[in-house]
């Protein structure tokens, strides 16, 4: 079954775009560009691609919708393009997420199970597809039954693949109906499923490689055109960074190193906090949760969400302050292990996983709390400084009695 | 330190004689190697590998360590010393069930516990000492065919009720191997499962242990007053729950009495429980009805039907220890190899041997993991030094209990057993 060519050229992240597009897909980029910008409607394409940035900077929920159907595969090519130039994770993440959010709101407007039936064949993702739908459980409250229906099923691994990402109790394994491999899904969460598998696909690591980076800048800079977006897009990120441009410090007590005395799953929170990864609902809780128990001030926390595709200030300062009067306790170890956001075996953190109170294994004491784990860092933090002052204490005195 | 010298010995005796009997684990040459030597004081080694099966032969002979352990993941480079170095590859998918980290009602009899602080002694597993409240323990745990048996089952549970029917699983990508002392691993070798992460790891083991469920995403929740619960016909964890409270609701009376009263398992409070089951034929009849979904028991909110659902859950998931699934870079006990604390054989079995295998008393010799069995039914002559020694069935024969000093003469298998353990010295 091959994909029609009418969807490739509406979903261009595809991989069989490829095969449709060899011509433009496997171009140097420089060609591309070239090629773009002697086209004539380059001018549409370049407005399209500008406007998908600056709905990105200004924290946009979805792109606004453009006539230029037709373009999208070179908007597409020119977007990544642009990404991979601009080399700026918070830029990359903001792009990415809101692509990735146009996606799935293209797909749902489709609303065509034979259309996600064949972006899952092309995505090499394994599916069972249904038609007509089967039903796979009921919703009832009282005696009212809601058929549960679906034309999916998709393959577990497939699944854990692109759901176990996003860290949501509702699509937790655990609470799906998973049979004989596959796990039954509604057409829309499977919508929501590739929307991840786009948002990872724009998701190029930034490179370390500044020597290549540097030519291939100067490379695509020739063109006049190119160039100009190029600066039209860095201009207006630079005006609107300003506005969530608080990077994150830590530092309350006046230590340097205070990064130490936080559990992975709180590092790991604010690394993509800083990074403009969105957080899911229950990174947002609990690191507000988290940060106000440890008394940090409202402005303090807040600054943590400033560089997050959807911030908000004023809003979000009224929800932090709401969360600061009602006092709430952050998740303790067990429930953040359950929701995927315990970061232990990723950081391999000692503590973490292989508890605290003895040199004995069996013996040790198991770490509950992430709050616990701040406690133990700063009483070990404590006890080294001691040493080393009785250590530095007792050196002065050797010297004194050898002087003597 | 003379016994371990005489066990190192065995040992190797052993592994020259069964040589060529001895399995390669799949992928080999890209596993690490770990073991403990008979050394005191001398902890695990890691980061070993061998190019071959004769290297690992040879080096058996040559030393037999008391344990040996091999990565479920696989390296270009296994005897990297860092883990960065390794180059990493994919791991296989493990399941460790041991009756160590679950509870028995034997237990209570045979394992003993001696408190570090004050020196109280005994058996069960509690959680801090009666006397002092300390919380550091000696223990001495012991093999009996309940614990054994009750291992059997979690596997049983997890191959039967979820392996195969929830995740597809082919029979023979399962491999199972009796661990060699109180429990049972379950590897499983397929290509697609060794790329998961460990995130993606503690899905899976969510899944099966069902520790982490919650219950308003699966349908419990309240409103105006009313609440309803979930749907056995709602397929995944649903329909197991609800399959379960049926099969649990159809006993005796007096049987789900004493399983709601028992802290091991639901733990209510007999108020709670005489209410439940004034009004258990009325919520049968309800949810087999499946007509409405309306729970309503005198006595029983949210929190209590949480706590009967939790209850449940502990019924039907399995009873795994956890970390060894998630961990990718864990080390598991070699199959074929000796178990440094009884002497018993790590031995794989078949899916279809499960069911009969008896490592206590097998009767097949090709899968019988107590291999000092002397055909000429040598005997040997021990003393005891631990304080006091439960009675053990072994090859069904029932030995002691012993307390300390006393002077034993026993057979072959069951006097290495003891040594091992380090309960008992040779005269
Ligand atoms: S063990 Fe607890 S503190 Fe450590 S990363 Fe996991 S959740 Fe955080
Ligand atoms: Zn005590
Ligand atoms: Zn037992």
Same mark, same amino acid.
């Given at each position: 079954?091959?994909?029609?060519?009418?969807?490739?050229?509406?979903?261009?992240?595809?991989?069989?775009?490829?095969?449709?597009?060899?011509?433009?897909?496997?171009?140097?980029?420089?060609?591309?560009?070239?090629?773009?910008?002697?086209?004539?409607?380059?001018?549409?394409?370049?407005?399209?691609?500008?406007?998908?940035?600056?709905?990105?900077?200004?924290?946009?929920?979805?792109?606004? #919708?453009?006539?230029?159907?037709?373009?999208?595969?070179?908007?597409?090519?020119?977007?990544?393009?642009?990404?991979?130039?601009?080399?700026? #994770?918070? @830029?990359?993440? =903001? @792009?990415?997420?809101?692509?990735?959010?146009?996606?799935?709101?293209?797909?749902?407007?489709?609303?065509?199970?034979?259309?996600?039936?064949?972006?899952?064949?092309?995505?090499?993702?394994?599916?069972?597809?249904?038609?007509?739908?089967?039903?796979?459980?009921?919703?009832?409250?009282?005696?009212?039954?809601?058929?549960?229906?679906?034309?999916?099923?998709?393959?577990?691994?497939?699944?854990?693949?692109?759901?176990?990402?996003?860290?949501?109790?509702?699509?937790?394994?655990?609470?799906?109906?998973?049979?004989?491999?596959?796990?039954?899904?509604?057409n829309r969460n499977l919508m929501r499923l590739i929307?991840?598998?786009? =948002?990872?696909?724009?998701?190029?690591?930034?490179?370390? %490689?500044?020597?290549?980076? #540097?030519?291939?800048?100067?490379?695509?800079?020739?063109?006049?055109?190119?160039?100009?977006?190029?600066?039209? @897009?860095?201009?207006?990120?630079?005006? =609107?960074?300003? %506005?969530?441009?608080?990077?994150?410090?830590?530092?309350?007590?006046?230590?340097?190193?205070?990064?130490?005395?936080?559990?992975?799953?709180?590092?790991?929170?604010?690394?993509?906090?800083?990074?403009?990864?969105?957080?899911?609902?229950?990174?947002?809780?609990?690191?507000?949760?988290?940060?106000?128990?440890?008394?940090?001030?409202?402005?303090?926390?807040?600054?943590?969400?400033s560089t997050l595709p959807d911030f908000d200030r004023?809003?979000? @300062?009224?929800?932090?302050?709401?969360?600061?009067?009602?006092?709430?306790?952050?998740?303790?170890?067990?429930?953040?292990?359950?929701?995927?956001?315990?970061?232990?075996?990723?950081?391999?953190?000692?503590?973490?996983?292989?508890?605290?109170?003895?040199?004995?294994?069996?013996?040790?004491?198991?770490?509950?709390?992430?709050?616990?784990?701040? =406690?133990?860092?700063?009483?070990?933090?404590?006890?080294?400084?001691?040493?080393?002052?009785?250590?530095?204490?007792?050196?002065?005195?050797?010297?004194?009695?050898?002087?003597? | 330190?003379?016994?371990?010298?005489?066990?190192?010995?065995?040992?190797?005796?052993?592994?020259?004689?069964?040589?060529?009997?001895?399995?390669?684990?799949?992928?080999?040459?890209?596993?690490?190697?770990?073991?403990?030597?008979?050394?005191?004081?001398?902890?695990?080694?890691?980061?070993?590998?061998?190019?071959?099966?004769?290297?690992?032969?040879?080096?058996?002979?040559?030393?037999?360590?008391?344990?040996?352990?091999?990565?479920?993941?696989?390296?270009?480079?296994?005897? /990297?010393?860092?883990?960065?170095?390794?180059?990493?590859?994919?791991?296989?998918?493990?399941?460790?069930?041991?009756?160590?980290?679950?509870?028995?009602?034997?237990?209570?009899?045979?394992?003993?516990?001696?408190?570090?602080?004050?020196?109280?002694?005994?058996?069960?597993?509690?959680?801090?000492?009666?006397?002092?409240? !300390?919380?550091?323990?000696?223990?001495?745990?012991?093999?009996?065919?309940?614990?054994?048996?009750?291992?059997?089952?979690?596997?049983?549970?997890?191959?039967?009720?979820?392996?195969?029917?929830?995740?597809?699983?082919?029979?023979?990508?399962?491999?199972?191997?009796?661990?060699?002392?109180?429990?049972?691993?379950?590897?499983?070798?397929?290509?697609?499962?060794?790329?998961l992460s460990s995130e993606e790891r503690r899905e899976?083991?969510?899944?099966?242990?069902?520790?982490?469920?919650?219950?308003?995403?699966?349908?419990?929740?309240?409103?105006?007053?009313?609440?309803?619960?979930?749907?056995?016909?709602?397929?995944?964890?649903?329909?197991?729950?609800?399959?379960?409270?049926?099969?649990?609701?159809?006993?005796?009376?007096?049987?789900?009495?004493?399983?709601?009263?028992? $802290?091991?398992?639901?733990?209510?409070?007999?108020?709670?429980?005489?209410?439940?089951?004034?009004?258990?034929?009325?919520?049968?009849?309800?949810?087999?009805?499946?007509?409405?979904?309306?729970?309503?028991?005198?006595?029983?909110?949210?929190?209590?039907?949480?706590?009967?659902?939790?209850?449940?859950?502990?019924?039907?998931?399995?009873?795994?220890?956890?970390?060894?699934?998630?961990?990718?870079?864990?080390?598991?006990?070699?199959?074929?190899?000796?178990?440094?604390?009884? !002497?018993? $054989?790590?031995?794989?079995?078949?899916?279809?041997?499960?069911?009969?295998?008896?490592?206590?008393?097998?009767?097949?010799?090709?899968?019988?993991?107590?291999?000092?069995?002397?055909?000429?039914?040598?005997?040997?002559?021990?003393?005891?030094?631990?304080?006091?020694?439960?009675?053990?069935?072994?090859?069904?024969?029932?030995?002691?209990?012993?307390?300390?000093?006393?002077?034993?003469?026993?057979?072959?298998?069951? /006097?290495?057993?003891?040594?091992?353990?380090?309960?008992?010295?040779?005269?």
């Open positions: 079954m091959s994909i029609p060519t009418d969807l490739i050229k509406r979903f261009p992240w595809l991989p069989s775009l490829k095969l449709h597009y060899s011509d433009i897909a496997d171009k140097l980029p420089s060609e591309f560009i070239t090629d773009i910008f002697s086209k004539s409607d380059s001018q549409q394409i370049s407005e399209c691609v500008f406007i998908i940035f600056k709905s990105a900077f200004n924290n946009l929920e979805d792109i606004p #919708k453009m006539k230029e159907d037709n373009l999208t595969v070179y908007v597409y090519i020119l977007l990544n393009i642009l990404v991979y130039a601009l080399n700026n #994770k918070l @830029i990359t993440n =903001r @792009i990415a997420n809101l692509y990735s959010k146009n996606v799935y709101s293209k797909m749902e407007k489709d609303n065509s199970e034979s259309n996600l039936y064949y972006i899952c064949l092309d995505l090499e993702l394994r599916v069972n597809f249904y038609d007509p739908p089967i039903k796979f459980g009921n919703k009832m409250l009282k005696d009212n039954r809601e058929k549960q229906v679906t034309n999916f099923a998709i393959y577990y691994i497939d699944y854990l693949k692109l759901a176990s990402n996003l860290r949501d109790d509702y699509r937790k394994l655990a609470h799906n109906p998973l049979q004989n491999g596959y796990v039954y899904i509604q929307q991840e598998y786009v =948002r990872n696909k724009i998701i190029i690591e930034e490179t370390e %490689d500044k020597a290549s980076l #540097k030519s291939f800048l100067e490379e695509v800079l020739k063109n006049q055109e190119f160039k100009e977006l190029y600066e039209k @897009i860095n201009s207006i990120w630079t005006k =609107r960074k300003e %506005d969530f441009d608080f990077t994150f410090k830590i530092d309350i007590t006046g230590k340097t190193d205070i990064l130490k005395l936080y559990p992975p799953c709180v590092i790991e929170i604010l690394k993509k906090a800083e990074e403009g990864q969105n957080l899911v609902h229950h990174e947002r809780l609990f690191i507000v949760w988290f940060l106000l128990s440890l008394d940090y001030p409202v402005e303090k926390v807040v600054d943590v969400f004023e809003k979000t @300062i009224y929800q932090v302050a709401y969360a600061k009067k009602k006092k709430y306790v952050p998740y303790q170890c067990s429930t953040l292990q359950s929701i995927n956001l315990c970061m232990k075996e990723k950081y391999k953190d000692k503590l973490c996983l292989e508890g605290y109170g003895s040199v004995e294994p069996s013996e040790r004491k198991k770490l509950k709390h992430p709050l616990a784990y701040v =406690r133990i860092k700063q009483y070990r933090d404590e006890k080294e400084e001691e040493y080393l002052k009785n250590k530095a204490k007792r050196v002065l005195e050797e010297s004194q009695k050898q002087n003597e | 330190m003379n016994d371990f010298i005489y066990l190192k010995r065995l040992f190797q005796a052993y592994y020259q004689e069964k040589q060529f009997d001895f399995p390669k684990v799949s992928s080999f040459n890209l596993r690490e190697f770990g073991l403990i030597p008979w050394e005191k004081k001398v902890f695990m080694k890691r980061h070993m590998s061998f190019d071959n099966l004769d290297n690992l032969r040879n080096y058996l002979i040559k030393d037999a360590p008391r344990h040996l352990y091999s990565s479920g993941s696989l390296y270009l480079k296994p005897d /990297a010393q860092d883990m960065k170095n390794k180059e990493y590859q994919g791991c296989d998918f493990i399941i460790d069930i041991d009756v160590d980290h679950f509870y028995t009602p034997c237990k209570d009899q045979h394992d003993l516990w001696i408190c570090r602080d004050c020196g109280e002694e005994g058996t069960g597993m509690p959680k801090i000492c009666p006397k002092c409240k !300390g919380s550091k323990f000696t223990k001495v745990s012991w093999v009996c065919d309940q614990c054994l048996d009750a291992a059997k089952n979690e596997i049983t549970k997890l191959v039967f009720n979820f392996l195969i029917p929830d995740f597809g699983i082919d029979e023979k990508h399962l491999k199972i191997a009796f661990s060699g002392h109180r429990g049972y691993h379950l590897k499983i070798e397929s290509e697609e499962l060794r790329k899976i083991v969510d899944y099966v242990t069902g520790e982490n469920i919650n219950f308003e995403i699966l349908g419990l929740n309240e409103r105006s007053n009313i609440i309803s619960g979930l749907l056995e016909e709602n397929i995944g964890w649903s329909q197991k729950i609800m399959k379960k409270i049926i099969e649990v609701l159809n006993r005796p009376e007096s049987v789900i009495e004493t399983l709601l009263l028992d $802290k091991n398992h639901f733990g209510f409070n007999s108020n709670v429980v005489t209410s439940f089951l004034k009004y258990k034929n009325d919520f049968l009849d309800l949810i087999t009805k499946g007509e409405r979904n309306v729970w309503a028991i005198e006595g029983f909110g949210l929190i209590n039907w949480r706590k009967l659902l939790r209850g449940m859950v502990k019924q039907v998931g399995v009873k795994i220890d956890e970390p060894v699934s998630i961990d990718i870079h864990r080390l598991i006990r070699y199959p074929g190899s000796l178990h440094g604390k009884t !002497g018993f $054989k790590v031995q794989e079995i078949e899916l279809n041997e499960l069911d009969d295998f008896n490592p206590l008393d097998e009767f097949d010799e090709k899968l019988d993991p107590i291999v000092f069995k002397s055909k000429k039914k040598l005997t040997q002559k021990l003393e005891i030094v631990q304080n006091k020694l439960p009675i053990s069935k072994i090859k069904g024969e029932s030995f002691g209990p012993y307390v300390k000093g006393e002077k034993i003469e026993v057979p072959h298998h069951f /006097a290495v057993f003891l040594l091992c353990k380090e309960v008992a010295k040779t005269n």
